[in-house]
């Protein structure tokens, strides 16, 4: 059985940087499609990035394009997310999750969650 774990989360000042990791578990290599996700307080759940099983290919929400790069070490079985120029609005708390399914990320259906870990920027 997958799992997923992450780490990396903290508090910040605005501007600052935080890299984000999701270690998988539970497979011996991590083929297939990932993405983050975050929940602010009051907020529904947000899609941030996804990226496919081989890395070519990522996706990005606008809000995050050119703060944040989403990216991959399929040797290390871990899932990256890079933070930066960090905004008091990119508080949440950030979910790693996985389509086990597909290779690509075009439709995922991710269903397999991480729990999470904090991520919070100060003005």
């Known amino acids: 059985q997958v799992q997923l774990v992450e780490s990396g989360g903290g508090s910040v000042q605005a501007g600052g940087s935080l890299r984000l990791s999701c270690t998988v578990s539970?497979?011996?290599?991590?083929?297939?499609?990932m993405g983050w996700f975050r929940e602010a307080p009051g907020k529904e759940r947000e899609g941030v990035a996804n990226i496919s099983s081989d890395g070519r290919e990522t996706y990005s929400i606008d809000s995050v394009k050119g703060r944040f790069t989403i990216s991959r070490d399929n040797s290390k079985n871990t899932l990256y997310l890079q933070m930066n120029s960090l905004k008091p609005e990119d508080t949440a708390m950030y979910y790693c999750?996985?389509?086990?399914?597909?290779?690509?990320?075009?439709?995922?259906?991710?269903?397999?969650w991480g729990r999470g870990t904090q991520v919070t920027v100060s003005s």
């Open positions: 539970g497979v011996f290599y991590s083929n297939f499609c």
């Open positions: 999750a996985a389509d086990t399914n597909r290779l690509s990320c075009s439709d995922p259906q991710f269903k397999t």
